[in-house]
């Protein structure tokens, strides 16, 4: 999983911010932890769009989004997300060896 | 009023909201978030408000004592991982600090309350009676 930065051009009164993450991994999943102090779970959208993860939220006074590109390796179904205290835990579970393995022959 | 009394590097905070102050925010490219437990204090007519932000913090990791015009927080948090993985980017931090905010006014130290809640912290600390603005009523002569 690697990061990339984004430049935000939509017009906000609030700053915009990166969230601070963590992102570790085991042979299960990838695990990433995010500080969203001050966001509660209705002012946050988790988009999983073309490989992108997108992790967008709002405190009283912060706006925070950052994007993360996912490996073809995550189960993009099957991701979980948690939220509490202002800390985000989001599972991204790893396809299973079979399932990658599979090939669909046509015809 | 806010003064601080502890830390040199914050004139460097003072600097970077100078900076955002004079750039709209359109143009300004996003930065992240610069530190852990970045602590505010508001001014109004019947109380100060302070606001500190503390994402994973339990009320039990946290100590607050208030005097005549003074608070002081303190607290600690340690980032845990579950066991079993390996880290591929670390950026949050653990935090451990101790901080004394001088309010400019005396305050109700028996009424003030605290709330935790989404990891934010938010004190609101009525003034005392004696710097409330008071109201004289006019008489006609």
């Given at each position: ?7 935000t ?6 700053t ?12 299960r ?41 996912l ?37 | ?17 100078l900076f ?68 591929l ?12 905010v ?17 990891g ?22």
């Open positions: 999983m690697s990061t990339q930065t984004t430049e051009t939509t017009p906000s009164t609030k915009v911010v990166h969230p601070l993450v963590d992102v570790l991994e085991n042979e999943e990838f695990l990433l932890l995010a500080d969203l102090p001050g966001v509660n779970r209705d002012a946050l959208d988790i988009t999983v769009n073309g490989g992108q993860l997108e992790i967008h939220a709002e405190s009283e006074t912060l706006e925070y989004r950052r994007n993360f590109a490996g073809d390796d995550v189960d993009l179904d099957a991701v979980e997300a948690r939220l509490e205290l202002g800390e985000l835990e989001i599972h991204l579970p790893k396809r299973a060896e079979a399932q990658a393995r599979k090939i669909a022959i046509q015809g | 009023m806010l003064i601080h009394r502890f830390n040199p590097t914050d004139h460097f905070r003072t600097m970077d909201m955002d102050a004079i750039m709209p925010p359109g143009r300004r490219a996003t930065h992240f978030v610069r530190k852990p437990a970045r602590v505010s204090l508001d001014d109004s007519e019947q109380a100060f408000t302070l606001r500190a932000e503390l994402p994973g913090l339990k009320p039990e990791q946290l100590e607050l004592s208030v005097g005549e015009d003074w608070i002081e927080l303190g607290a600690k948090r340690e980032t845990q991982y579950p066991e079993g993985y390996t880290p980017r670390r950026e949050r931090n653990s935090y451990e600090f101790e901080r004394r001088n309010l400019p006014k005396r305050v109700d130290a028996e009424n003030v309350t605290a709330q935790l809640r989404d934010v912290l938010t004190v609101t600390l009525p003034k005392h009676a004696s710097v409330q603005p008071r109201q004289i009523a006019v008489q006609a002569a």
